[in-house]
Each structure stands twice: as structure tokens, then as C-alpha cells.
């Protein structure tokens, strides 16, 4: 079973509506750097990102040319670590709808004097 770790990445990138949240991810990372902006679980972002370090990176801790056991190694760390950056960029939505409607409560009110 011959399978190249980018094909392996976008049959995972697929799982979950990865695709679709990937420009929520992007807004989450901007907010991350800002100041006052969205503080993610370091877990939840540090262990998705060394995963895809992992999967680029040539070097493998198991081989991919071993039948079976080479692709898996990849196939595990790709499952544990999707759900968790999922979570976290659905943490953020709820985040950023916070933020809008706390800036909406303060641009609504009237100023009597």
C-alpha cells in the first residue's frame, strides 16, 4: 500500500469540514498575535501544529516504505490531532461572537447629557 503523505493529508484535511474551517483557523492565529485577542488552549494548537511539522518533514519515525505500520503512524497522529485543533477553532467562534456582541452593546448605547 503505496500512499504519499500529501494524498494522506488531504484525505484528513477532509475529515470533519477541516476545508471549512480553515479560514476560521487563519482569524484565530491573527487574533492569537494581536493584543487583547484570543487565547487558545496551548495544547490545542501547539500539537496540531507539530503534527503538521511531522507530516512535511521527510524524516519518519516509522518509514513509510514498511507496508501497512508506515502510513499509520501518520494516520494516528493526524486523527488525534485534528479534533483537537477543530475544537479549538469552534472555542474561537464562540469567542469572536462574544467579542462582536459585547462591541455591540457599546456602539448601541445613546449618550444623554
Known amino acids: 500500500m503505496k500512499v504519499s503523505k500529501i494524498a494522506l ?6 475529515h470533519k ?22 487565547k487558545p488552549e496551548f495544547k490545542n494548537v501547539i500539537l496540531p501544529a507539530l503534527v503538521l511539522v511531522y507530516l512535511i518533514s ?10 501497512v505500520i508506515g502510513v499509520l ?12 485543533l477543530i475544537a479549538e477553532a469552534e472555542k ?7 467579542m ?5 452593546r457599546v ?3 445613546e449618550i444623554v447629557g
Open 107 to 109: 456602539t448601541e448605547a
Open 73 to 84: 503512524d501518520d494516520l494516528a497522529l493526524l486523527a488525534l490531532a485534528m479534533p483537537m
Open 58 to 67: 521527510p524524516l519518519d519515525i516509522i518509514p513509510d516504505w514498511i507496508p
Open 17 to 38: 469540514g477541516f476545508i471549512r474551517k480553515i479560514p476560521v483557523i487563519i482569524r484565530m492565529v491573527k487574533s492569537t498575535m494581536a493584543k487583547g485577542g484570543y
Open 9 to 14: 493529508a488531504k484525505e484528513a484535511f477532509k
Open 92 to 98: 474561537f467562534i464562540e469567542w469572536e461572537v462574544s
Open 100 to 104: 462582536k456582541s459585547t462591541d455591540l
